[in-house]
């Protein structure tokens, strides 16, 4: 590994003033899982200068209700929010895209704002020692187009860049209806994946820190679900996954939110999914339908048509469990 410069901070502000001085030459590090692999395997087409490690500020894993909404801490260890009472009752999809991720090890280490903001999957961007300089390093060519794609993209594209953004506990919170607290603003979860310029994976400034994660408390009458398709039982990134929320009125659906990820550069929010079931009951040919409006302009590659199989189907079996 080349070298490079770290620094422990103490504070927000501070972490913020060293990406300022390194002027988008530095990255955040929180629980080290995604990005460490990255240096040490030199994925980076412009090597970072610099790491800020923000594990040094104290008091930022907190979970806790405040003023009608779950806060956590950028720092919350994703093993906390799988077994966290509160999150399991009441937010459930979360603790359960927590539960699933990675390992017990790297959920012990690994952060829910590592979660969000982790780098897009694709073999050829993040293959050793930079070889490709793909679209998503600045390049003119995805390899994947023509090349092995069968874990990437089946949804148009973020300028033609057909990685997929892995995070479990994205479309989670996304499903919950989550914003993110930066230093600078608040924003939807589901408005905070970058969806024109491929070389960036979230909005985020180069001087820009998630600060918290904001979920509303959930309706009475509602519940949420997440299921993951892994090609292992055990420490695998997701294949597909889903998470869905829904309110219901009775046995009619009042409101919804859908999102799956793996299959896009983004979480991709099934719009149409959730629209169609508002106001019907959830029985299997309500829910087989909604599944296939959202898998309507799907664009598979070559080799990944059947992401779009597993898709439907965990859009079918999340929604029937929130009956
Ligand atoms: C073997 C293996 C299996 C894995 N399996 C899964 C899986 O199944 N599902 C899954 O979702 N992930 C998986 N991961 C990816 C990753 O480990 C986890 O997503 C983890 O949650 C990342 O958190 P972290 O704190 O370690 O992030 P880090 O590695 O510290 O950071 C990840 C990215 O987030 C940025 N970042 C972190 N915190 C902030 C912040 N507060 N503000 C702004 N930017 C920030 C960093 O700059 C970096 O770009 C796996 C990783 C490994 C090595």
Redesign the pocket.
């Known amino acids: 590994m080349k070298p490079f410069k770290h620094y422990d901070v103490n504070t927000i502000d501070e972490?913020v003033s060293v990406l300022q001085d390194f002027a988008g030459k530095a990255?955040?590090?929180?629980?080290?899982?995604?990005?460490?692999?990255?240096f040490k395997d030199e994925v980076f087409a412009e090597r970072p200068e610099a790491?800020?490690n923000?594990k040094t500020i104290p008091n930022?894993d907190y979970i806790k209700e405040e003023n009608g909404m779950l806060k956590i801490g950028?720092?919350a260890?994703?093993e906390d929010i799988a077994h966290d009472e509160l999150i399991k009752s009441k937010y459930t999809a979360l603790a359960e895209?927590a539960r699933?991720?990675?390992?017990p090890h790297?959920?012990e280490?690994?952060?829910?704002?590592?979660?969000?903001?982790?780098?897009c999957r694709c073999w050829y961007f993040r293959s050793p020692n930079n070889r490709f300089n793909c679209i998503r390093k600045g390049g003119e060519d995805c390899y994947a187009e023509e090349g092995e794609n069968r874990y990437h993209s089946i949804f148009g594209n973020v300028k033609d860049c057909l990685a997929v953004n892995?995070?479990?506990?994205?479309p989670a919170l996304i499903a919950l209806g989550a914003k993110v607290k930066?230093?600078k603003r608040v924003l939807d979860l589901a408005d905070f994946y970058e969806k024109e310029e491929p070389k960036k994976?979230?909005v985020?400034d180069d001087d820009?820190?998630?600060?918290e994660i904001q979920v509303p408390q959930p309706a009475a009458n509602s519940k949420s679900k997440f299921e993951?398709f892994?090609i292992r039982k055990s420490?695998?990134?997701?294949i597909v996954?889903c998470a869905s929320q829904v309110e219901l009125d009775g046995d009619t659906v009042k409101s919804a939110r859908v999102c799956l990820?793996a299959v896009f550069a983004n979480p991709y929010v099934a719009q149409k999914a959730a629209e169609y079931v508002v106001g019907k009951t959830l029985d299997e040919e309500t829910v087989a339908a909604a599944a296939d409006l959202a898998l309507q302009d799907a664009k598979p590659l070559a080799k990944n048509a059947y992401k779009i199989t597993i898709a439907k189907s965990l859009i079918k079996k999340t929604l029937l469990a929130c009956k």
Do not use: W, Y
């Open positions: 972490a990255k955040i590090i929180a629980g080290g899982t995604d990005i460490v692999g990255m790491l800020i923000i930022l950028p720092l260890l994703l895209a699933r991720t990675a390992s790297i959920r280490m690994g952060t829910i704002s590592g979660n969000i903001c982790q780098q892995p995070s479990d506990t994205a930066t230093s994976t979230t985020l820009e820190i998630v600060v993951k892994a420490i695998d990134f997701p996954n990820n």
